[in-house]
C-alpha cells in the first residue's frame, strides 16, 4: 500500500457524493479515484484527499 492509498479515509465515502448527480461513489484504489457510475465520471484522489471539482473528474470509457 502506498503512502496516498494510507492517506485515504474509507470512512469518505459515507458523506461524499457525486456533485453532478448526488449519487454515492466507490473507491477505486488501484488507480486513486472516486467513481461516480451514473455520471460516468472518475474524481482523482490527490495526496489523501478527493478532489470533487468537475473539471478535475476523468470521463470513464
Do not use: H, W
Not at 486513486?32 to 478532489?51: C, D, M, Q, T, W
Request: hydrophobic share 45%; aromatic share 4%.
Amino acid at each position: 500500500m502506498s503512502d496516498v492509498q494510507a492517506l485515504f479515509d474509507r470512512r469518505m465515502l459515507e458523506t461524499l457524493i457525486c456533485p453532478k448527480t448526488g449519487a454515492r461513489l466507490d473507491y477505486d484504489a488501484a488507480r486513486e479515484e472516486l467513481i461516480s457510475k451514473p455520471a460516468n465520471l472518475a474524481f482523482p484522489i490527490r495526496n489523501g484527499i478527493p478532489v470533487m471539482l468537475l473539471d478535475e473528474a476523468r470521463v470513464l470509457e
